[in-house]
C-alpha cells in the first residue's frame, strides 16, 4: 500500500557529517507532515525533526542548528541533513509520515531504519 524506504545511514567520525533521505511510495494521494525519529542503544524513540506540508519545521534542542530537515514534494522525498555529529547522535533513524492513500485514510506509516553511528 504505501512503504517509506530510508537510506543514507553509516559510519562517520565525531564532528562529520551525513545525509539521511526516505522515499515515500505506493497508492498515495496526499502527503501531510514527515519526520525523522531516532532510537539509540537502550533508550526510547524520540522526535528529531518534523516538516509540515507548509515547510514549517520543528526540531528537538539536542539537533537544533546541527540538522536540518527537508522535503521535495514532487518525489514524495524527505531528507535529514546532519552536521557536526556527535557521538550521542548514533542511533536507528526512523523516517514517519502521515499519508493518504487513494480510497484510504489517513495513516501514519514507518520505515524500517538505517544506523547511524558516530565514532569519537
Known amino acids: 500500500q504505501v512503504q517509506l524506504v530510508e537510506s543514507g545511514g553509516g559510519l562517520v567520525q565525531a564532528g562529520g557529517s551525513l545525509r539521511l533521505s526516505c522515499v515515500a511510495s505506493g497508492s498515495i494521494s496526499t502527503v501531510n507532515t514527515m519526520g525523522w525519529y531516532r532510537q539509540g542503544p537502550g533508550k526510547q524513540r524520540e522526535l528529531v525533526a518534523t516538516i509540515f506540508a507548509g515547510s514549517n519545521t520543528n526540531y528537538a534542542d539536542s539537533v537544533k542548528g546541527r540538522f536540518t530537515i527537508s522535503r521535495d514534494d514532487a518525489k514524495n522525498t524527505v531528507f535529514l541533513q546532519m552536521n557536526s555529529l556527535k557521538p550521542e547522535d548514533t542511533a536507528v533513524y526512523f523516517c514517519?509520515?502521515?499519508?493518504?492513500?487513494?480510497?484510504?485514510?489517513?495513516?501514519?506509516?514507518w520505515g524500517q531504519g538505517t544506523q547511524v553511528t558516530v565514532s569519537s
Open positions: 514517519n509520515a502521515n499519508v493518504r492513500p487513494y480510497g484510504g485514510y489517513v495513516n501514519d506509516y
